[in-house]
């Protein structure tokens, strides 16, 4: 499973006093198995982009292929593609709308044609992937659920209809940090089972934990495309784009500049922080 977007450009409202460029000239390839961050300042076009990649827009000029078709070929079925590519939208418990959970998580497998019977084995999978094995909870009315379970179900809908693709909108938007914790470890073991994954996030901490590759947008460009620990070791990149740093970066930043030089640049773990200040500490790099 691939996804190949080339020379991607994107106008809305072409030909009217309210034209705007969102996209200019995107080219990436993401392979199967992949977790991809796209990060980026608001109005860079992240939003636009992604739902690009599995045809809820379509290009101005250039196009996106999945698995080698194009989106824009009118042969091409759409139906098709989305379920190979999945997209979770940022905030998707708003779109919740049954009486239980189980029938929310088996809308999208039947509207995509699957039988009832397929739809509810789907559904139960899904729904214990994501954490929410509990039968009562699934009998329960998905408005009566905490934010991060909300999420969960919302996230189990897409699931239900086996993407080999996760495309995600800011997954912990507006959640608590317990909830916060909770989707970044589902998204962990999502990936961890052979989901390709593209989070669309502006928590650089969640990039660097969790991508092994990043997609810098600015502008509607695709400014730099490498590993996280790169592109947030390049400070003109960094400042280019408007981005932050992940906590754990700004601390060990904050150290070298004052005079902590044996503190390595660009750590993003809290356990690799620690364990570099204590090491710093042991040899002489720095004083309690």
């Known amino acids: 499973m691939s996804i190949e977007v080339r020379n991607l450009t994107h106008v809305y409202m072409a030909g009217t006093p309210f034209e705007k460029k969102a996209l200019a000239d995107v080219s990436f390839s993401i392979?199967?198995?992949?977790?991809?961050?796209?990060?980026?300042?608001?109005?860079?076009?992240?939003?636009?982009?992604?739902?690009?990649?599995?045809?809820?827009?379509?290009?101005t000029s250039g196009e996106c292929l999945v698995d080698g078709m194009s989106l824009s070929d009118k042969n091409t079925s759409l139906r098709d593609v989305r379920r190979r590519v999945g997209m979770v939208f940022q905030y998707p418990e708003y779109q919740l709308f049954e009486e239980t959970v189980l029938a929310d998580v088996k809308f999208g497998p039947k509207n995509m044609g699957f039988s009832d019977s397929e739809a509810e084995a789907g559904a139960v999978e899904a729904l214990r992937q994501v954490?929410?094995?509990?039968?009562?909870?699934?009998?329960?009315?998905?408005?009566?659920?905490?934010?991060?379970?909300?999420?969960?179900?919302?996230?189990?809908?897409?699931?239900?209809m086996k993407p080999n693709t996760l495309i995600l909108d800011e997954p912990t938007a507006g959640l608590d940090p317990r909830g916060r914790g909770e989707i970044m470890a589902l998204m962990r073991s999502i990936h961890a089972a052979g989901v390709t994954v593209v989070m669309v996030s502006h928590s650089m901490a969640d990039v660097a934990n969790l991508c092994?590759?990043?997609?810098?947008?600015?502008?509607?460009?695709?400014?730099?495309?490498?590993?996280?620990?790169?592109?947030?070791?390049?400070?003109?990149?960094?400042?280019?784009?408007?981005?932050?740093?992940?906590?754990?970066?700004?601390?060990?930043?904050?150290?070298?500049?004052?005079?902590?030089?044996?503190?390595?640049?660009?750590?993003?773990?809290?356990?690799?922080?620690?364990?570099?200040?204590?090491?710093?500490?042991?040899?002489?790099?720095?004083?309690a």
Do not use: Y
């Not at 992949?34 to 379509?58: D, Q, Y």
């Not at 092994?212 to 280019?240: E, H, N, Y």
């Not at 773990?269 to 002489?284: K, S, V």
């Open 31 to 59: 392979d199967s198995g992949e977790f991809v961050g796209i990060i980026g300042h608001t109005g860079s076009g992240k939003s636009t982009l992604i739902m690009h990649l599995n045809g809820l827009l379509m290009p």
């Open 212 to 287: 092994s590759r990043a997609l810098v947008m600015s502008g509607g460009r695709l400014i730099a495309d490498d590993a996280p620990r790169a592109i947030f070791a390049d400070a003109d990149l960094v400042k280019r784009a408007s981005l932050g740093l992940p906590p754990c970066a700004q601390l060990s930043a904050a150290l070298r500049e004052a005079g902590f030089g044996d503190i390595p640049a660009g750590l993003f773990d809290r356990n690799a922080l620690t364990d570099a200040i204590e090491t710093a500490l042991r040899t002489g790099g720095m004083t």
């Open 131 to 160: 954490g929410l094995e509990d039968e009562r909870v699934w009998q329960a009315s998905p408005f009566e659920l905490s934010g991060g379970q909300k999420r969960r179900v919302a996230i189990a809908g897409v699931l239900a």
